[in-house]
């Protein structure tokens, strides 16, 4: 599986259970695309900014969105094709 990187801001619906958060679906490029199942999430840290990485699927893709809690804002960091 080969990713590409894309680095674009993206808009992401998300569902809160709990204290944890779960991108549902997101739009990039004019589409919409459903998350199917969350893989794997992280935080990360770049100075003060805290990120979360979430690696997410559809029936045919691969994503990484990142969520930023200092902008409060998401991106398609990259994607591939299952």
Do not use: C
């Not at 840290?45 to 990142?66: C, M, P, T, W």
């Amino acid at each position: 599986m080969a990713y590409q990187a894309i680095n674009e801001p993206v808009e992401v619906l998300v569902a809160f259970r709990g204290h944890e958060i779960e991108p549902m679906f997101f739009k990039w490029g004019g589409r919409h695309y459903r998350v199917k199942r969350v893989n794997l999430v992280h935080a990360e840290r770049q100075g003060r900014e805290k990120h979360y990485i979430f690696s997410v699927s559809d029936d045919a893709n691969a994503f990484r969105l990142r969520f930023s809690t200092e902008t409060l804002k998401w991106t398609l960091e990259e994607t591939a094709s299952l």
